[in-house]
């Protein structure tokens, strides 16, 4: 198991397109799974548990590799983990999730499912549409004593305990709790039941997930053995994405890039991807977009100024998969609009705060997050870098709002707000 070797040329187009666009990290077995990819349409599937109300830019990584592989024609099975969200996946975390309330799973849930409809087909009548599952479903009508007789068993202790999160957990000398340590069980049962109902046979995840899919793989391959008919499944990770500063996919300052409307509006999302560091560009075209690859290579090939191109380019394409075309257009003129100076700011995002304040306050607001502390704001704002209404502020105790009219915020190269005073 591990990466391919540097000469493997994949058989399948799929593959091919996985690798070169940079949805691919290790495998199970490379030769097996390429040689399955061409011949036929393959049945694979990617878990989200919904601990929030949307997914964001890091998972939305995932969700373009399904698409990417159901317009190969494989067929995508997207797991909505309303039963695992209940345990808390300990993967990546050196403590224990919240345990969130079964009406906050469903809800939550419910609007992921949306999402999922964004980007990939289902119910079009053709043989890969995608289908969109809860493993609620199964998982809340195990009965204890005969998950352990019949799945338990075909897992050591030894081995769960050298998977990475579990060893760094404790190596640290940081509590892992029984309820966290079942959850590796449960996302390989999730594996095989898919295998059972589904005829699914990969599994593809982050590369924090390594551990839990080969947990999957194993008892796949150990609960068919004892059949007439031994079956395979594979495993396939996704790298996980920090940008060149070092930050996590989908991650600022002012908090995640969530990809529902109601909690980042388009023109913010446009914002994150035409702000985004010279050095990612070509790798967010790649990963965000479904550019053809000789085109990213034209649109990166020089440095400096050229780049704002691709920049623009980047964030009309990653917003208009995502919003749509009309969206993205507004988003698009909005920013023009907006840093250009002057001009309608109405579809840029508005923000309502209670009474007047001092500038200082306002920039570091939790609905603004301008800046990380007063400190640091007061610098900002005495060198010139905060505008009211188009003019350079420099005094940090100024009173912004005391007549009640709305302003016009800009910070820096990326905050570009409408300011209501209630």
Excluded at 130 to 138: H, Q
Excluded at 355 to 381: C, N, Y
């Amino acid at each position: 198991m591990g990466t391919p070797p540097p000469a493997y040329q994949p058989k399948s187009a799929a593959l091919k397109s996985l690798i070169e666009r940079g949805y691919f990290e290790q495998v199970s077995d490379i030769e097996a799974i390429d040689d399955a990819l061409a011949a036929g349409m393959v049945t694979f599937y990617i878990g989200f548990d919904p601990t929030a109300s949307s997914l964001h830019a890091g998972s939305l990584v995932q969700l373009m590799a399904m698409r990417l592989l159901q317009k190969h024609g494989h067929r995508p099975i997207a797991i909505l983990g309303g039963g695992t969200a209940m345990i808390g996946d300990p993967s990546g975390k050196t403590e224990m999730r919240k345990i969130l309330s079964a009406e906050e799973i469903t809800a939550n849930g419910e609007a992921i499912f949306r999402q999922f409809g964004t980007l990939l087909h289902r119910d079009s009548g053709q043989a890969n549409d995608a289908l969109f599952l809860d493993n609620r479903d199964w998982l809340r009508g195990l009965h204890y004593i005969e998950f352990l007789r019949d799945i338990g068993r075909h897992f050591t202790v030894n081995r769960m305990v050298a998977v990475k999160t579990y060893r760094d957990r404790l190596d640290a000398e940081i509590p892992l709790s029984f309820l966290e340590f079942n959850y590796q069980l449960l996302q390989a049962y999730d594996f095989l039941q898919l295998y059972n109902t589904h005829g699914c046979t990969l599994q593809i995840g982050g590369s924090d997930q390594w551990g839990n899919i080969v947990a999957g793989i194993e008892l796949i391959r150990r609960v068919t053995s004892e059949t007439d008919q031994p079956g395979a499944a594979y495993g396939l990770t996704l790298p996980l994405l920090t940008t060149a500063d070092g930050k996590k996919m989908g991650k600022t300052e002012r908090g995640a890039i969530w990809i529902d409307a109601e909690r980042l509006s388009p023109f913010d999302y446009y914002q994150y991807w035409i702000s985004c560091d010279d050095r990612d560009v070509a790798k967010l075209l790649r990963l965000y977009t479904e550019l053809p690859l000789a085109e990213i290579d034209a649109l990166t090939e020089t440095g400096g100024i050229a780049l704002n191109a691709a920049k623009a380019r980047l964030a009309v394409e990653a917003t208009t998969l995502l919003h749509g075309a009309e969206a993205a257009a507004k988003a698009k003129q909005a920013s023009k609009q907006a840093f250009g100076g002057g001009g309608d700011w109405s579809a840029v995002p508005c923000v309502k705060i209670e009474g007047a304040m001092r500038l200082v306050d306002l920039v570091t607001h939790p609905e603004i997050g301008a800046f990380k502390s007063k400190r640091d704001a007061r610098q900002r704002i005495e060198g010139g870098a905060v505008k009211i209404d188009g003019d350079p502020i420099t005094d940090p105790k100024a009173m912004i709002g005391e007549d009640g009219e709305p302003v016009r915020l800009q910070s820096g190269k990326k905050i570009r707000l409408r300011i209501e005073f209630v």
